[in-house]
């Protein structure tokens, strides 16, 4: 089967930096990607890695390792309303997602 | 980005009866289309992957004769559930693929009484 993991929850401040990781065993690989999903919304997307890397988009990176399998979120300069759940999730012919981490951001 | 539409947005059933879900990618065209459920504070569960013209592709477990799927546009998808009991009350999401990118749906939320 497909794993892919996250923690469950984290807790930051307001005006920090936060890293959500991801990590992934999967039979197959062509792009991973991150979400962001408010509780009774449908989740938007953030970003996406194919290469090796890191993408930077504005307050929002991600970071890939394929040879590691992992792969991790970082928002800078948090804000109340970043206060939601981030998904990963691997595409290979089809999309599998972590369970997602909740991320609390705190005044 | 690309749009993609559900409707309805939210449907009240009465245990037994079916109910229709339709999604439509709006400014483009989807060849694949794919059907999630999601439980409160847990994440998506792929249901089915919708390709247009052929039949849809079930994950292991998904009832194919419950939850019907028809592609029956490049633009359009739809999931029937059929005989709809309470334990079907659920968020359902669809997304459409470009090939590189996935575009959600609004979701839907679907309450057996």
């Known amino acids: 089967g497909q794993n892919i993991d996250q923690p469950t929850e984290m807790t930051a401040t307001e005006g920090a930096i936060v890293q959500i990781n991801c990590t992934y065993q999967?039979?197959?690989?062509?792009?991973l990607f991150w979400y962001q999903q408010h509780a009774g919304e449908a989740p938007t997307f953030l970003s996406y890695?194919?290469?090796?890397g890191l993408e930077e988009k504005g307050r929002f990176s991600s970071f890939l390792s394929r040879s590691k399998g992992y792969s991790y979120l970082l928002l800078k300069e948090l804000q109340m309303k970043d206060s939601a759940s981030y998904l990963c999730?691997?595409?290979?012919?089809?999309?599998?997602f972590g369970s997602g981490t909740k991320l609390n951001v705190k005044p | 980005g690309a749009v993609v539409s559900q409707h309805p947005s939210r449907v009240i059933c009465k245990s037994g009866t079916s109910v229709k879900i339709e999604c439509r990618s709006l400014?483009?065209?989807?060849?694949?289309m794919f059907w999630y459920r999601q439980f409160p504070k847990k994440s998506l569960m792929l249901m089915a992957t919708?390709?247009?013209?052929?039949?849809?592709?079930?994950e292991q477990g998904v009832e194919k004769d419950k939850f019907l799927i028809n592609h029956a546009s490049l633009t359009l998808s739809t999931l029937t559930v059929t005989s709809a009991h309470p334990e079907d009350s659920s968020f359902y999401i669809c997304?459409?693929?470009?090939?590189?990118?996935?575009?959600f749906g609004p979701g839907t939320r679907l309450t057996v009484t």
């Open positions: 400014d483009f065209q989807a060849t694949t």
């Open positions: 999730a691997v595409f290979f012919n089809k999309f599998y």
């Open positions: 997304s459409a693929t470009t090939g590189s990118e996935q575009y």
């Open positions: 919708s390709n247009e013209g052929s039949k849809a592709t079930y």
């Open positions: 890695n194919v290469l090796d």
């Open positions: 999967t039979s197959g690989f062509n792009g």
